[in-house]
């Protein structure tokens, strides 16, 4: 097999960690109300991939009616990341990613390429003993399909010998923006025309019958 890169998404690919997520997004609306609190968990959500700056200036335009202020972004993101903390460090693992890590490990060189900030997508992977898996960990900035195109460039992989694997459109529009293959996690992508399962048990065998 001539596979050159493996490239995972974070969040609902390697922990399980979106309710997380999206509870600390509903604390942060708690100030505008509870059914404010409701619709953040559904544009999380449906927004899989993309930063959460962009997630809460959302907030404030729907809630507010208004930019927010540089220093309430600022302000946000650290309430974020407090509020994520402890979720991130016991989050369970997504059934199957530990034995495709395992798999491909020393095999194939293997990125991550995530919407949240990289310093701490380092931290927290470090701290769950998985960043030894990754020959690059990839976060935001830059949003989804720029940072692919930068690990592609970076890794030398070749687009027809790489696999994109996610759980959101963002991720799926990344793949299908740089030209690799993509793998889906979730029914949503069963009209999207691409290989997927409700988790990553049957990744293994899909990607050893392709010839890449």
């Known amino acids: 097999m001539s ?3 493996l490239a995972f998404d974070c969040d609902g690919i390697i ?48 809630f507010a009616g208004r930019e927010p202020l540089p220093a309430e972004l600022d302000a946000a993101a650290a309430r974020f990341a407090d509020l994520i903390r402890d979720g991130m460090r016991h989050a369970a693992l997504v059934p199957g ?27 927290f ?3 769950r003993g998985l960043a030894g898996y990754f020959d690059i960990i990839g976060g935001a900035p830059p949003s989804k399909t720029p940072l692919l195109r930068s690990l592609l460039q970076r ?12 759980d959101s459109l963002k991720d799926l529009e990344a793949a299908r923006a740089t030209g690799t293959h993509f793998y889906g996690r979730g029914e949503r992508f069963a009209a ?6 409700t988790d990553l048990t049957r990744f293994n065998a899909w990607l050893e019958a392709q010839n890449m």
Not at 57 to 62: F, N, P, S, V
Not at 192 to 197: C, K, M, Q, T, Y
Request: charged share 25%.
């Open 155 to 166: 890794t030398g992989g070749d687009l027809d010998r790489t696999v994109m694997i996610g």
């Open 97 to 123: 990613i530990l034995d495709v890590l395992k798999r491909w490990h020393g095999q194939v060189p293997m990125v991550v390429c995530s919407g949240a900030p990289q310093e701490e997508l380092t931290k």
């Open 15 to 62: 922990l399980e960690s979106m309710d997380v997520k999206s509870d600390a997004y509903a604390r942060l609306a708690e100030p505008f109300g509870p059914e404010a609190m409701d619709r953040i968990r559904v544009f999380h959500a449906l927004s899989g991939g993309v930063n959460r700056l962009e997630k809460f200036r959302w907030m404030y335009l729907t």
């Open 192 to 197: 999207e025309g691409v290989p997927w399962h």
């Open 3 to 5: 596979l050159q890169l």
């Open 125 to 127: 992977l470090s701290e």
